[in-house]
C-alpha cells in the first residue's frame, strides 16, 4: 500500500495578544483528538527547559524553582501535540512578537483542518494576529473625534458667514478676524487628540504573552494599565492648561 504524503503547513503570526484565557483556548483547539500523554508544554528559563503535560503544570513548576527574575515574565513557550500514528503533528513557538506554528502530517483532512482552526483563532480580533509585524492595528475611529471636527467645521463656516454694514458688521468683521487662531488650535487639539488615541492603540495592541494572569479586554482605555492611564491623563491636562493660556492670550490680543 502506497504511504500517503507528508503535508507541512507552517504560518507565522505577529502582535497576538495571548493571556491564560486565551492560551487555555488557543491549545484546546490545537490539541483537539490527543490523548493527554502526547501534548509537552516547554518553557527555557536561565538555561534551564522546564516540561510538563499541560500548561498549569508547567506554570507552576517555573514559579516552584529557584531561580532569579520574575516568575511572571514569560518570553518565550512552546506546544507540542505527536500523534503516534503520523497523521498529525502540531508545533507551536509562541513569544511576545510572534507565534510560529507548523502543522505537519500524512492526514490531509487533519492537517489543514488543524491548520486552519489555529490560524482563524490568532487573527480573530480579541487576539490580535498580524501576518505582518508592521501591519496596522485594527479599532475603530474615536467618534468624539470625528464630532469634534464636525462641530469645528460648523463653527468656522457660521464665523465666516458675510454680514454687511453698520456697527454689527463691524463687530461681526473682528470676531472673523480673531477666530482665525481659535479655529487652528481647535484643530490643532483634536489632531493631537486623535495622535494620542493612535499611540494608545498602538500600545495596547502589542504582542503579549502572558500565562499566568489574564488580559484586559475592550477598548483601548480599557485595556491601559493604570500607570499609563494616569500618564495619559496628566498629559491631556498639560496640553488643555496650554491651549487655555493661548485662548486667554487670543483673547486680550482681540479683545
Known amino acids: 500500500m502506497t504511504t ?7 504560518t507565522i503570526l505577529h502582535r497576538c495578544r495571548l493571556g491564560r484565557r486565551e492560551l487555555d483556548a488557543l491549545f484546546t483547539v490545537a490539541g483537539q483528538g490527543y490523548q493527554p500523554n502526547e501534548i509537552v508544554f516547554r518553557h527555557f528559563r536561565h538555561s534551564r527547559t522546564f516540561s510538563a503535560p499541560t500548561l498549569a503544570d508547567l506554570i507552576a ?6 531561580l532569579p527574575g520574575d ?17 498529525r503533528t502540531v508545533t507551536m513557538s509562541l513569544s511576545p512578537k510572534k507565534v510560529v506554528t507548523t502543522v505537519s502530517g500524512n ?4 492537517v489543514y483542518g488543524t491548520d486552519a482552526q489555529i490560524r482563524l483563532f490568532l487573527v480573530d480580533d480579541a487576539i490580535g494576529g498580524r501576518t505582518s509585524p508592521k501591519a496596522p492595528p485594527s479599532g475603530p475611529l474615536n467618534w468624539v473625534l470625528v464630532a469634534g471636527i464636525a462641530l469645528i ?11 454687511d454694514g453698520g456697527p454689527a458688521g463691524d463687530s461681526v468683521n473682528k ?9 487652528v488650535i481647535g484643530y490643532g487639539l483634536l489632531g493631537f487628540l486623535a495622535a494620542v488615541h493612535g499611540a494608545a492603540n498602538v500600545w495596547v ?13 475592550g477598548g483601548v482605555w480599557s485595556r491601559l494599565a493604570m500607570p499609563e492611564r494616569i500618564a495619559v491623563v496628566g498629559l491631556l491636562v498639560a496640553v488643555a492648561g496650554s491651549v487655555g493660556t493661548l485662548i486667554s492670550a487670543g483673547t486680550d490680543l482681540f479683545g
Open 4 to 10: 500517503p504524503p507528508n503535508i507541512s503547513l507552517s
Open 61 to 66: 513548576d517555573v514559579q516552584a524553582a529557584p
Open 71 to 87: 516568575p511572571n515574565h514569560w518570553d518565550n513557550l512552546s506546544f507540542t501535540a505527536t500523534d503516534p500514528a503520523g497523521r
Open 205 to 217: 495592541s502589542r504582542g503579549v504573552l502572558a500565562p499566568t494572569r489574564s488580559l484586559p479586554t
Open 107 to 110: 492526514d490531509a483532512t487533519l
Open 175 to 183: 470676531a472673523l478676524e480673531a477666530s482665525g487662531p481659535f479655529i
Open 153 to 163: 467645521f460648523i463653527l468656522a463656516l457660521a464665523l465666516s458667514f458675510e454680514v
